[in-house]
């Protein structure tokens, strides 16, 4: 028994140390360093690791070599630092930004674009001074492109007479660059809040996503009084401020649109908790309504029916008044069950 232990032990040590080996060789490949020769620098701490870890060279002494080695990239890894002076795709160049004087809120580079097909666009921008009198309240958009267990999150902010603004919390790629979620977890996009009119980031979903058919987009109020709002809300124009002038990475599991978005609410939300739906996050919404932070006056199966928005936005396409057409007979009220005392 004592030698099992001990034989589950050793290989418990070795099945880490590889991973780490794995995790490392991965990061050199994706890192800062000239294409031409990542893959190989790559290549060779990948069997340099093996022959070392499980090979005829495998000794104490290779082994705490291992260790520095490993501990030298994971220290050049976490000081590669983001920027904001790529060649970006045009419409993630321009970041927006706030200044803000009393009440009176006035937010620079709200997107606009005019979209002909998904990647056929004209990038529009506009600057809009708001009232922090007027928000009268959150919503939530849940965008699905393809498993049910993942979405993508956005936050709309509602201002009485003056519109919705909408964030949409993004890797910010560069032109010819796609996305990967094994990149988005090796620093190989920037964040970016893309502060934008509903007609920009929700009919571009809706309306021209996978080939002109739309993903499937959700849309619910959420319960917030409106002073939570109002925090809320500075709480996302601090942020976009800030990553105007320091840059940061996006990483899949830690800095998302999900984890960033509860960063913003979570002070407000005696509620909030962790939760593994904020990681498998297409079923944030019935985590939502279990904290009754969405309407609950209906069974979940029928609001979730109800507050599917596709063949309304699709309707509504470039009508100016894009915003209220979406929310026609949409369920829920502002029931104020986040407090902030």
């Not at 070599?65 to 630092?81: S, T």
């Amino acid at each position: 028994m004592k030698r099992l232990v001990n034989g589950l032990g050793k290989a418990f040590i070795l099945f880490c140390l590889l991973a780490m080996g794995g995790w490392a060789s991965v990061a050199i490949f994706y890192s800062n360093l000239p294409v031409l020769i990542r893959p190989w620098v790559a290549t060779l701490f990948a069997v340099t690791t093996l022959l070392i870890l499980a090979g005829k060279y495998s000794t104490k002494r290779t082994r705490l070599g291992f260790l520095a080695a490993f501990a030298l990239v994971l220290i050049w890894w976490l000081l590669m630092p983001p920027s904001n002076n790529r060649d970006w795709q045009p419409d993630l160049a321009t970041l927006a930004w706030a200044d803000i004087a009393g009440d009176k809120v006035t937010v620079h580079n709200i997107r606009n674009n005019d979209y002909r097909t998904e990647t056929d666009f004209i990038v529009r921008h506009y600057d809009k001074t708001f009232n922090l009198s007027k928000l009268q309240g959150i919503d939530l958009f849940l965008i699905y492109w393809g498993s049910p267990k993942i979405a993508h999150i956005m936050m709309s902010f509602d201002f009485e007479g003056q519109g919705n603004l909408c964030f949409s919390i993004e890797t910010r790629m560069e032109k010819g660059e796609d996305y990967s979620t094994i990149k988005g977890f090796f620093r190989k996009y920037e964040i970016i809040y893309v502060a934008a009119d509903e007609r920009d980031l929700v009919r571009l979903r809706t309306n021209y996503r996978e080939n002109g058919k739309g993903e499937d987009v959700y849309l619910y109020r959420l319960n917030a009084t409106q002073e939570v709002a109002r925090k809320v809300f500075l709480s996302y124009l601090g942020e976009v401020n800030r990553l105007k002038e320091q840059p940061q990475w996006f990483n899949a599991l830690t800095d998302n649109c999900t984890t960033s978005i509860r960063q913003h609410t979570k002070p407000y939300n005696p509620n909030a908790r962790l939760d593994w739906r904020l990681i498998v996050n297409g079923y944030i919404d019935d985590m939502l309504y279990e904290s009754k932070t969405i309407d609950t006056s209906l069974p979940f199966e029928e609001l979730k029916k109800r507050s599917y928005i596709n063949p309304k936005a699709q309707a509504a396409d470039k009508d100016p008044a894009f915003s209220q057409l979406i929310r026609a007979g949409l369920p829920g009220k502002e029931m104020n069950y986040w407090r902030h005392e």
